[in-house]
């Protein structure tokens, strides 16, 4: 009898190399005209649709990354809707900061409050508890300020962006 044959896709074995020309060429079509209408977006948004202020700002960017991968790489995310996922993130982000910028109720629920961490030679075991920070990473911080020891700083604060603030004594 003749051998059954059966094709990589049947077997359920996806090609790991190179599947077609077809699929680079979708790639970079789709890739060009993604990335095209993400620019779009955000020059449309303004600056702050990229910024760093808080977490839901990480979270929106995080968000545009995964979407423009998902675009790119899976055949079944049409162009248009993967330009529309953009929009809709961008213009909801759009939406929470005008609204925390005139509603303090929005601006508390969004976004977090800067912490101190350290004041005056004291480190505020409550806050670090509380934000699961350790004296070895405010410690870490002070150093890659410039600063070899705790006499030289007079504070370090826990920003809204989870990056910490070294401020030094005059």
């Known amino acids: 009898m003749f051998p059954l044959r059966i094709n990589e896709r049947e077997a359920g074995l996806e090609p790991f190399l190179f599947d077609s020309w077809a699929g680079v060429v979708r790639v970079l079509v789709v890739g060009a005209g993604a990335y095209v209408a993400l620019v779009f977006f955000l020059r449309m948004s303004g600056k702050r649709t990229l910024s760093k202020m808080n977490a839901f700002d990480l979270v929106v960017t995080v968000a545009l990354g995964s979407t423009l991968a998902t675009v790119l790489l899976d055949r079944k995310v049409p162009l248009a809707e993967g330009a529309l996922a953009f929009a809709l993130l961008i213009a909801l982000q759009f939406v929470i900061t005008w609204l925390s ?70």
Do not use: C, N, Y
């Open 101 to 170: 910028v005139r509603s303090e109720r929005v601006e508390q629920f969004v976004k977090a409050s800067p912490t101190w961490l350290f004041h005056d030679g004291e480190f505020d075991e409550a806050a670090m508890r509380s934000q699961r920070v350790t004296r070895e990473e405010i410690s870490a911080a002070m150093r890659q300020s410039g600063h070899a020891d705790e006499t030289s700083v007079l504070s370090v604060v826990l920003e809204t962006d989870g990056a910490m603030s070294v401020v030094a004594r005059r």
